[in-house]
């Protein structure tokens, strides 16, 4: 369908943006669910830093890409904050 190629475009050309803009796999998921990659380049002087996710699942495709000042530290403290998804709870 043309809506499952389109998808597959978009999914083809985040991968390829991931690799020509040089960044740097830091994280990456595979197990039940989404595969989830997380890509960073970390800015320097005048240079903003970037943090970019791909979510791949069954039904949906996402992207998030932050740019901002910060470094791999403050990502790392995001990882410690035990955030869980509504779902993961069991509450609605």
Do not use: H, N, W
Not at 22 to 32: W, Y
Not at 63 to 90: E, K, N, Y
Request: glycine share 8%; hydrophobic share 35%; proline share 3%.
């Amino acid at each position: 369908t043309a809506y499952r190629r389109q998808r597959q475009r978009c999914i083809r050309d985040s991968y390829k943006v991931a690799r020509d803009k040089a960044f740097e796999l830091i994280s990456r998921t595979d197990s039940k669910g989404p595969s989830v990659s997380f890509y960073f380049i970390e800015g320097s002087g005048e240079r903003l830093s970037e943090l970019l996710m791909l979510s791949d699942g069954e039904e949906e495709f996402i992207v998030l890409d932050i740019c901002g000042v910060f470094d791999v530290r403050d990502i790392s403290r995001l990882t410690q904050l035990g955030i869980t998804s509504p779902a993961a709870d069991g509450k609605p």
